[in-house]
């Protein structure tokens, strides 16, 4: 007899496997204004870990934390043209405030680079202010017209740089750093992400920016998620608010900027990129759960059992969870945890402790593989989990590697190009043969170009660099 | 010749002072739109410190962190009647979106209890899904007519936790250790402050709940100011959005609720407990920097020695910063780090190292107190600051104590307590010999009823409990 499977399997219908796993790995829920969702606990539980390694990772290139305000004025956007064209369709806009019509209304934050400057404006007075590096944790919101859960939201939480400069070269090279080493290294070391560093096309650059860097992640069904921008602003909102600084030389100059971002949408795309049709797969360094002990059957000796697991591999250094709840059946608190990812599950039923064994499940090895599901000596445990856990971690990163190495190919035309990409899977096609009249062509099926990347893998110095190949794919 | 003093004396202008402190210590800036706020690096580190200790005692109760959306349908808020009275004059509206005229208006929210409820409706079905403790950090909209930075503003940034238990009791005893020893221990142990724990009269409290618990804070002018507040919700939410359990007998029941919030406020509170005329005074235990090691000049050997103790003490696990910012004067640098409220100064010069001593200066106890600025051995150094640190923590909690029981008095009239109070401090009047009535003559006075306690200084089970005294006062 087949069972009923959890979600709807992946082959069938990507976008509905997806949903059904936000769902039912109580990810989140939609929330009642279009396009906005709760975070649940165990979302939420992710997505704090991301915030903790990521944050680390940002005070260590010297940039500190600080709060600017949700509200804009309007004319705040307008500063800069670009920025407010780009912008103006997804504003949310605050009209009334405290019983009465506002003067002049107020937006909310779609991003924070035109209010920063207003302040980094009169906080940078001489080159002995340079470099300014800030950071935030955020909301903001960019209503949307096809949200989806996650990777479209009319509102998310963020992080968003944004730092100022005494030349141009310094501010390049700090957007590349947090590009390759912050973003980069943070996504493949703790998500096990698979992506390609590069470099956007003028058409998909940032509003405002000279440049975006972005990381872009192949997913399940073969289609690009970009994964985190990291922009070089030039000097335009400089320009724009007047943000100089008195060089040493006694001149005052435009400072040069940086403004960078990564989103909530890193979890829809750790779920697209290692989730499979049991659910979520979560790397282990990311795990809020590293390890789940069960009590298959509710008798006192499976219980104090599990509970001694649990604080041995918690002594361990162990991210541990103990789950006795032994009147929910087994199979169901099984499945559950399988849709929830967590990486290692250790199962204790009366047998075991006869045996002196536990069984242990490997939820990214997958059960059905050799080593997947097998009995293992209690006292072995402590011992072999770390290992488990590092193994498993790597083996993610592999396979999201040779999904995106199997389903890319190189081809010479943009005909070929919407052909090799029609069914998911990315193509790489010479920059030069493409253009912006081919990137033209591509967007009419839906096709964009994900981003520019040297013929040896590396980021372009500039978009007319000879020999840049387009990475171009359907995305999300 | 009299030196000009950096900050407004307190004595002088005690509002003034606070405005003058939270510029020149660089915590914070006023935004463009009316009321709101720029967090600063510096205030943000506190903030940053403030989370983590209350985020780790939250977790202890077994709430998990959850993220609700910041725009709330305008129906949602009608439909608890309280509710909507108490924040309909401070509300932000959202009327456009996407370019586009709503259809119904959206808050931005002021608070989340309805928009948790329409979830928890979902989420609960039977009492095994009860307690269900959920906590968010966010910021939320309040129209501000009379802002004040970090006291009163706009927007501001908390922790809100929610919480739906099956009984009247769990409920109550939930709300209850949150405000003790949640709030009241995280506020004693880590921010030094002393406070008095009581409970809200009829009159001030939550726009919806049943029962509001308060911490009274005394500030340096006498003043009171609400430090925290949890509530008891009753039935009250659980009616309007219907959310109900599955009792083990069966019937549906209404689940029983808390809500609890503290805020940035906390910043504003810590300043002015306790700040001095020479700037912020921040406890060892939550300063992010406890210790500043600064060279005296900038010759190479000073150089070298301030980076070697720095170093000595991060190892001895002291959050240390190393200041070696020679091309500022000394003077200036310490100064800064006064009215920054760093605990201790270590003060490092060329005649220090020849004489194997640096100049240890203590912000809390005083420069001009006894041992408050004294010369000690270098390698005395990391035994002796965690001993130091402990000591001015302590310090400052029995300071604000002191304060608050001198100017706190006995009083047994309406008269009486208008007088107490007038030139800040607080008055204790038997709530029998207060009432309603007195309540609002002693509002014509701008003198409100803080908190009711019990004679023995106890949290009173209920407003009419006989022996309950209202603790009186001017409040921020």
């Known amino acids: 007899m087949a069972k009923t499977p959890v979600l709807t399997p992946q082959a069938d ?26 975070i649940r606990p165990y979302g939420y ?12 990772r940002i005070k ?20 800069e043209a670009e920025h407010v064209e780009g912008f103006a369709p997804e504003l949310a806009v605050v009209t009334h405030g405290g019983g009465k019509e506002l003067e002049e209304p107020v937006v909310v934050r779609p991003t924070s680079e035109t209010i920063v400057n207003e302040y980094f404006s009169k906080w940078v007075q001489s080159y002995r202010d340079l470099p300014l590096l800030i950071n935030q944790w955020a909301n903001v919101v960019r209503w949307e017209m096809r949200p989806r859960l996650f990777l479209r939201t009319s509102e998310f ?24 080493h912050v973003y980069g290294d943070f996504m493949r070391d703790v998500l096990a992400m698979d992506f390609v560093l590069g470099r956007k096309t003028a058409k998909e650059r940032f509003a405002g920016a000279i440049n975006t860097l972005t990381l872009e992640g192949m997913m399940g069904d073969g289609k690009a998620l970009q994964l985190g921008t990291s922009h070089e602003l030039g000097q335009n909102f400089a320009e724009a608010f007047d943000t100089r600084y008195l060089a ?16 909530t949408r890193m979890i829809g795309a750790l779920a697209m990129m290692h989730g499979d049709d049991d659910g979520l797969r979560v790397p282990p360094r990311l795990a809020p759960v590293q390890v789940v002990v069960l009590a298959i059957k509710g008798d006192d000796a499976v219980l104090a059992k599990v509970h001694e697991i649990g604080g041995a591999l918690r002594a361990a250094g162990i991210r541990v969870q103990v789950d006795d709840r032994t ?36 939820r990214i090895l997958g059960k059905h593989s050799p080593g997947g599901k097998e009995p293992v000596p209690v006292d072995a445990l402590a011992t072999l989990l770390p290992t488990v856990l590092e193994e498993d971690q790597a083996l993610l990163l592999t396979q999201a590697r040779a999904r995106r190495e199997s389903r890319t190919s190189d081809v010479r035309t943009v005909d070929e190009a919407v052909e090799a990409t029609a069914a998911g899977g990315w193509a790489r096609v010479p920059w030069a043969a493409l253009g912006e009249e081919g990137e033209a062509r ?11 990347v040297t013929e040896d893998g590396a980021v372009p110095h500039a978009e007319e660099t000879p020999g840049n190949v387009a990475l171009v794919a359907r995305s999300y």
């Not at 087994?330 to 536990?358: H, M, Y």
């Open 157 to 180: 939480l963020w992080q968003e740089g944004h730092t100022a400069h005494a030349t141009y070269e310094e501010a390049r090279d700090f957007a590349a750093r947090i590009h390759r």
């Open 45 to 56: 539980g992710l997505w704090e870990r991301m915030q903790r390694e990521m944050d680390a």
């Open 442 to 452: 591509l967007a009419e099926h839906s096709v964009t170009v994900r981003c520019l």
């Open 327 to 362: 009147d929910t059946p087994f199979g169901r608190r099984a499945v559950d945890w399988e849709l929830k990812g967590v990486p290692v599950r250790v199962e204790v039923g009366p047998r075991d402790l006869a045996s002196g064994t536990v069984m242990l499940v490997r």
């Open 60 to 79: 260590e290139t010297g940039a500190q934390n600080a709060y600017f305000p949700l509200l804009i004025p309007q004319s705040y956007l307008t500063r």
């Open 13 to 38: 219908d990507f976008p509905r496997w997806y949903q059904d796993l936000i769902n039912k790995a109580e990810l989140a829920d939609n929330g009642p204004v279009r396009g906005t969702m709760v």
């Open 248 to 263: 040493k030389d006694g001149t005052r100059e435009l400072v040069w900027q940086t403004s960078w971002g990564s989103t």
